[in-house]
């Protein structure tokens, strides 16, 4: 069973694009029910929130960040110089991983992106799969081993933080140990005396009931 807390998912995609969005989110139905992710898009804004802070909100605390790479996509500055720009810094530093996903055919040799691996296999754009449940299929497979990979890296990250606590429970535990056991050695010699003026005493009270009798 899965217990870690799963990943945030955020997708950067262009309006135009909308009802791939809706699909992939479908596919990923799967991993939401295992615990594995958690997703969101800007579709969800509640009324009179901020939309440009809602969003830069989550693409600043999402762990998997998808690209819907389409004409529309590359065509807005949005997309492309501020939510993607942002996208790939987070991933050079190690935040959160980025994944490409071709949705529609475009040229995307020289992008920013291009360095990354994509999606779906031998980077063939969803539009041009006979089958597009089979494409979107071959991007969760994908998403998925990304989500693995990611957790694992996570647990390392958190291990040392981990380590330190548990050191922190055990120097603890051991301070309170030690001041909880009394001085054993010493304890014991003073058992020893006290039994030793008691055993004096009752020789005393020997002697003199002795000396009463003998008269």
């Given at each position: 069973?899965?217990?870690?807390?799963?990943?945030?998912?955020?997708?950067?995609?262009?309006?135009?694009?909308?009802?791939?969005?809706?699909?992939l989110?479908?596919?990923?139905?799967?991993?939401?029910?295992?615990?594995?992710?958690?997703?969101?898009?800007?579709?969800?804004?509640?009324?009179?929130?901020?939309?440009?802070?809602?969003?830069s909100?989550?693409?600043?605390?999402?762990?998997?960040?998808?690209?819907?790479?389409?004409?529309d996509?590359?065509?807005?500055?949005?997309?492309?110089?501020r939510?993607?720009?942002?996208?790939?810094?987070?991933?050079?530093?190690?935040?959160?991983?980025?994944?490409?996903?071709?949705?529609?055919?475009?040229?995307?040799?020289?992008a920013?992106?291009?360095h990354?691996?994509?999606?779906?296999?031998d980077?063939?754009?969803?539009?041009?799969?006979?089958?597009?449940?089979?494409?979107?299929?071959?991007?969760?497979?994908?998403?998925l081993?990304?989500?693995?990979?990611?957790t694992?890296?996570?647990?390392?990250?958190?291990?040392p933080?981990?380590?330190n606590?548990?050191?922190?429970?055990?120097?603890?535990?051991?301070?309170?140990?030690?001041?909880s056991?009394?001085?054993?050695?010493?304890?014991i010699?003073?058992?020893?005396?006290?039994?030793?003026?008691?055993?004096?005493?009752?020789?005393?009270?020997?002697?003199?009931?002795?000396?009463?009798?003998?008269?």
């Amino acid at each position: 069973q899965h217990s870690a807390s799963p990943l945030r998912l955020f997708y950067c995609y262009a309006r135009k694009d909308q009802n791939f969005r809706d699909e992939l989110d479908k596919h990923l139905a799967s991993l939401r029910r295992r615990g594995l992710i958690t997703s969101w898009y800007d579709g969800i804004i509640t009324p009179g929130a901020s939309w440009e802070k809602e969003i830069s909100i989550h693409l600043d605390t999402a762990d998997i960040i998808l690209l819907l790479i389409s004409p529309d996509f590359m065509d807005s500055d949005y997309c492309y110089s501020r939510e993607m720009l942002r996208a790939i810094e987070r991933h050079e530093n190690q935040e959160a991983r980025v994944i490409p996903i071709l949705v529609r055919s475009v040229y995307w040799s020289d992008a920013p992106f291009s360095h990354l691996q994509v999606l779906p296999t031998d980077a063939k754009p969803v539009t041009r799969w006979d089958d597009p449940d089979a494409a979107f299929e071959d991007i969760t497979r994908g998403i998925l081993r990304a989500v693995q990979e990611f957790t694992r890296y996570r647990h390392l990250q958190e291990q040392p933080v981990r380590g330190n606590a548990l050191q922190s429970q055990h120097n603890a535990s051991d301070s309170f140990t030690t001041a909880s056991v009394p001085d054993v050695p010493n304890h014991i010699q003073e058992m020893k005396e006290e039994m030793r003026d008691d055993s004096g005493k009752q020789r005393m009270r020997t002697s003199i009931v002795k000396s009463f009798e003998d008269r």
